[in-house]
């Protein structure tokens, strides 16, 4: 008669969670993991080619391609590649000035566009002017690297015009906020 054998090193692991763990708890576990997962991919990942310090590398995108850096009025300046409305350069405003009679609204979206002039990537916030009838003026819809509604600190199609006096929208600035690094 042959004698009982030892068990392995993987067996008696097994036999030791099991031994410390139930059925439900592990269920458990498992439930939780399965409803978190979908989760992970929302999470701020820093990717790889992100951290690449020529921006050059990266591919350009439509708008990248025909920016420009002369004419303010047009709506293919490279600050508006994520604006959506009637520029404030063209409503008696600037860049980051609003027209008289209407007031800046406290919260913007955000882009990041290419200056060609440099070829560098900047962070650019995008602010309503409100207080006033829309000017009607100098329209764009500019939709680079737009993000989905999930992520309304990057959506253009929102109207930003909370916190001030009016809901009213007039047009819309482009702040030059700083290199994107």
Not at 54 to 72: G, M
């Amino acid at each position: 008669m042959k004698s009982p054998s030892r068990p392995s090193i993987m067996e008696r692991f097994a036999r030791g969670i099991a031994a410390r763990t139930s059925r439900r708890g592990l269920l458990a576990k498992l439930g939780a993991a399965a409803v978190a997962a979908p989760v992970f991919p929302l999470l701020p990942v820093s990717r790889a080619h992100a951290s690449t310090k020529d921006r050059s590398v990266q591919a350009k995108t439509a708008f990248a391609r025909r920016a420009q850096t002369t004419d303010e009025l047009q709506c293919d300046y490279w600050r508006y590649c994520a604006i959506d409305g009637d520029l404030c350069t063209c409503c008696g405003g600037g860049l980051h000035i609003c027209p008289p009679g209407t007031e800046p609204s406290p919260t913007a979206w955000v882009g990041t566009c290419v200056n060609p002039a440099d070829g560098k990537a900047y962070l650019i916030a995008y602010r309503d002017c409100c207080g006033a009838a829309q000017c009607g003026q100098c329209a764009c819809d500019g939709t680079d690297r737009e993000l989905q509604t999930y992520r309304p600190q990057s959506n253009n199609d929102i109207i930003w015009c909370f916190g001030v006096s009016s809901m009213e929208y007039h047009c819309s600035t482009a702040v030059l906020v700083g290199a994107a690094e």
